[in-house]
């Protein structure tokens, strides 16, 4: 029902997405994307997939990377560290998308004041958490805590000491 009811909001949002990041990035038809936006089952890919559209209009992932590639990103560091304990003592529970677009990297810029991230592999991210030292715990604004592990010349990783969520990586000079 809720899939007809948004049918012609839905379909300027999936001409909208494919304009933004590609007709091979979208599902092949109007109807698997509203399949994979309202079934339970694919919550979690169609979040990914809004965050990835975000992500290349906000230039934060270079239009190299493809959604497929991307969503093998985001297994590929699930897989490899959701389970690992860090240098710190923090067991990785989870892996943020901002983490996964700092994993990819981007070589666009808006403007000369935004940085460009070059990416990190996954060998240097296993490095800074086996090897690393690990800062004090910060507390933000909103109240969150992070963690900062670093390794000078490969990269730096923060994460949330209480949740394990991965939050961010950057590839660090000597």
Request: with cysteine.
């Amino acid at each position: 029902m809720r899939k007809w009811k948004r049918r012609k909001s839905d379909w300027k949002e999936y001409e909208d997405w494919k304009q933004k990041i590609g007709a091979e990035n979208m599902p092949d038809t109007f109807d698997k994307f509203q399949e994979i936006k309202y079934n339970r089952r694919n919550q979690a890919e169609f979040e990914l997939l809004r965050h990835y559209q975000y992500a290349r209009g906000a230039g934060d992932i270079s239009a190299l990377v493809g959604f497929k590639l991307y969503k093998q990103g985001k297994q590929r560091l699930e897989s490899r560290f959701i389970g690992q304990t860090t240098v710190s003592g923090t067991e990785v529970k989870s892996v943020s998308n901002h983490f996964l677009d700092r994993y990819f990297g981007t070589i666009y810029r808006k403007s000369s004041r935004d940085p460009k991230h070059e990416g990190v592999s996954i060998e240097e991210l296993e490095e800074v958490f086996y090897k690393g030292q690990s800062c004090g715990i910060k507390i933000d604004k909103k109240g969150r805590k992070s963690q900062k592990i670093f390794l000078k010349g490969v990269c730096d990783v923060t994460i949330n000491p209480e949740t394990g969520e991965l939050i961010q990586c950057n590839k660090t000079s000597e």
